[in-house]
């Protein structure tokens, strides 16, 4: 069925308002739009690894969340709901259960790139019937604004701060979707929150409904971290995707696919510019660190269209 | 008609297991305990359980798989030793404060380091306070007869508690004993269904597990769950009744050996207290009042029966296997003296740490311990309270 938003946004919400996220978060829009893919008759069972999303929308003794929800720790979203799935496939087996039930299991960029990285190479390895969403705002927000395995390079941030030696983090970012790849399950999609949500919808669904393991890598942007404007999270998201900094593609069963080739390639610092956490490169003199950023997200491209050839 | 098997320890918890045929066990190896999931996938891939294994790539992810599964409704299983438990640590503790009636099979073994893969009890001492149940056991027959009772325990509704049934790394995993199994029916009859009251899965309704809870609910949660773990002593009790109908074995929070009109007693744990026994009995034939009491019940600790049960003892040794670096006693030297504290009882009480990583553990060297308390019965002095027993110093 076509894509349309105003039949998408009219479902039933499954994330309910009155939780305690920021307004202008990135994670909130990302879960619910996620949600959005489940077919209505369909229950859902959520994992959430500890993160803002977790501590916001599940404060005791109120809960925002309409489906069965399991918070355990910070690190293992990906075991605790390979845990619910095998206990969905036992019951079932022996009859105590009649309704389908799907799992899709949240962590951010901390839970997921980093400490929680084992227990989703697991579950993700075991092929578990479920979907791992990331929502990877690209630090570890929760405690902060410290760095995390996802941050991208000279980003500031509380542990790599800029400072008279230091023009913030100086490595590269982690590219877990293409990891996860490696780990040769049926579906990996990476998205963002563009296109009026087709793009994240059409993949939640897509990953919801395939069998086995599947996982989702959604770029969230946090005004907090990433110092911009609240309003202005959509035309960052999309700057994300025209300058390639964020390509939208999906590798299904081994094959690559790119889901948008921008007509025109915009550059890096149109999607830098509106973000305090890279003011420090628009100083004179630091030209070159935009380079190095440019040069970065030119080669991933190139190696990206390379693979889905 | 009960069965008579010769079994080691591992395939008599593997056994029982077989018997329970839990819904999912997520289980990683480690050494003692290895065997035990390698058992139980014997009897998942020959039909002769329904159970969901999962082969995960860590304890801790065996532990957190655990969690979801059992919130789901699931009646969950796994096994473990050592560095293992060290690694759920911090999992155990959100499985019982989610109320999870989750059983694991604790093959007793150091925690390094040094690196060992024998016999202490470290690692159940070191997840004692994260609110399990912990069950020991002298022999295989009683890690058989602590896994058939262990659900019946943990799923009681005035509980809702995880459980560790603990054995002996080697001495009882390894070894191989006469044991009587019960038939399979019979188990299942014993154990019977879980049918949990909420849970993830359930049809026609929604719940969620593990919630932020700020300052105006943290108290109340831990208040109610340590209620939970102290309601534990009692069913402890019922089952451990119920059980000896089935099977002439009953079982209660220890075993009191010769205690009678004991005046020198040990409080020994897990295997070394059939070595004791033997000591005891040669003490008795030689007409000395010595006596032992085994711990079968550690958590919830039955301080006050266990008090009760010393009151007339007047030469006390408490036995650690395991160094808990408190410095002047281990912890159930201290727990035993605190019990003991509360009634107004002062036996003179020596403590000892032993059979670190496998030290040996004989005849020989509990019986010096009865030695050690003669002597204090002969100078009216203590000395070093806390003392190391086979140790080169």
Request: negative net charge; glycine residues 8%; contains cysteine.
């Amino acid at each position: 069925m076509a894509y349309n938003l105003k039949q998408t946004l009219n479902k039933e919400e499954r994330l309910a308002p009155g939780h305690r996220m920021c307004a202008g978060c990135g994670a909130t829009i990302a879960v619910r739009n996620v949600l959005r893919g489940l077919h209505e008759e369909d229950e859902a069972v959520i994992t959430c690894a500890t993160s803002c999303l977790e501590v916001s929308s599940f404060m005791y003794p109120y809960t925002s969340w309409k489906d069965s929800f399991i918070h355990d720790a910070f690190e293992n979203a990906g075991a605790t709901c390979a845990g619910v799935e095998s206990a969905y496939k036992a019951l079932k087996k022996k009859g105590k259960i009649k309704g389908t039930r799907k799992f899709i299991a949240f962590g951010g960029d901390g839970g997921t790139y980093d400490i929680g990285f084992q227990s989703l190479s697991g579950a993700m390895e075991r092929n578990h019937d479920m979907v791992y969403v990331c929502y990877d705002n690209e630090a570890y927000m929760n405690t902060g604004i410290q760095r995390s395995s996802a941050t991208p390079m000279y980003a500031d941030t509380t542990t790599t701060p800029v400072g008279t030696v230091s023009d913030g983090k100086p490595q590269n970012r982690k590219d877990l979707a293409q990891v996860i790849a490696a780990h040769n399950i049926p579906y990996v999609g990476q998205t963002t929150l563009v296109n009026n949500f087709r793009d994240i919808h059409v993949k939640s669904e897509k990953a919801i409904y395939t069998p086995g393991a599947a996982f989702l890598n959604v770029l969230a942007p946090c005004p907090r971290g990433w110092r911009y404007e609240m309003a202005d999270i959509l035309e960052l998201c999309k700057l994300a995707v025209d300058t390639c900094f964020w390509p939208l593609f999906e590798v299904i069963e081994g094959e690559w696919i790119v889901n948008y080739i921008p007509k025109k390639k915009l550059p890096i610092e149109d999607f830098l510019r509106p973000q305090g956490r890279f003011k420090h490169l628009f100083k004179p003199g630091k030209e070159h660190l935009i380079a190095d950023i440019q040069a970065g997200v030119d080669q991933r491209w190139e190696e990206l269209l390379k693979r889905a050839k | 008609m009960a069965i008579k098997e010769r079994l080691s320890g591992n395939e008599a918890v593997a056994n029982a297991m077989r018997q329970i045929n839990p819904d999912v066990m997520p289980a990683y190896p480690i050494t003692p305990s290895t065997e035990i999931p390698q058992y139980f996938t014997t009897f998942v891939s020959n039909g002769q359980v329904d159970t969901v294994f999962v082969p995960v790539e860590s304890e801790h992810s065996a532990m957190s798989a655990c969690i979801g599964s059992e919130a789901a409704g699931a009646r969950t299983i796994t096994a473990t030793s050592s560095a293992g438990l060290a690694l759920m640590w911090e999992v155990l503790n959100v499985a019982a404060s989610d109320r999870l009636p989750i059983c694991l099979a604790l093959v007793n073994r150091a925690l390094s380091g040094p690196i060992n893969i024998n016999c202490d009890h470290s690692d159940a001492m070191g997840a004692r306070n994260t609110g399990w149940i912990q069950l020991f056991a002298e022999n295989n027959q009683e890690a058989y007869d602590n896994m058939v009772q262990a659900y019946r325990i943990a799923e009681h509704p005035d509980v809702m508690l995880p459980i560790i049934v603990c054995q002996d790394g080697f001495i009882t995993s390894h070894a191989v004993e006469n044991i009587t199994l019960l038939e399979d029916q019979v188990v299942k009859d014993f154990v019977g269904e879980y049918e949990p009251e909420h849970y993830l899965l359930k049809d026609g309704e929604s719940i969620a597990y593990g919630p932020y809870a700020v300052t105006n609910y943290v108290m109340e949660a831990r208040r109610a769950q340590m209620q939970g773990l102290r309601n534990a002593k009692q069913v402890c009790i019922d089952i451990g009744k119920e059980f000896g109908q089935i099977s002439g074995r009953e079982y209660g929070l220890f075993e009191e050996y010769r205690m009678e009109d004991a005046e020198y007693a040990m409080v020994i744990m897990g295997s070394a207290a059939g070595t004791a026994k033997d000591a005891v009995d040669a003490l008795r034939d030689k007409g000395v009042k010595a006596g032992i009491l085994k711990i079968r019940l550690f958590r919830p600790f039955p301080a006050e029966e266990i008090a009760e049960a010393l009151k007339d003892v007047k030469y006390l040794a408490i036995m650690d296997r395991t160094e808990d670096f408190e410095t002047n006693c281990g912890p159930l030297g201290s727990e035993i003296k605190s019990a003991l504290f509360n009634k107004n009882l002062r036996p003179l009480t020596l403590n000892y740490c032993y059979g670190l990583g496998g030290r040996d553990v004989t005849v020989e060297s509990l019986t010096s311990v009865f030695e050690d308390l003669f002597e204090v019965e002969k100078t009216g002095d203590l000395g070093e309270v806390y003392r190391y027993l086979s140790v080169r110093e």
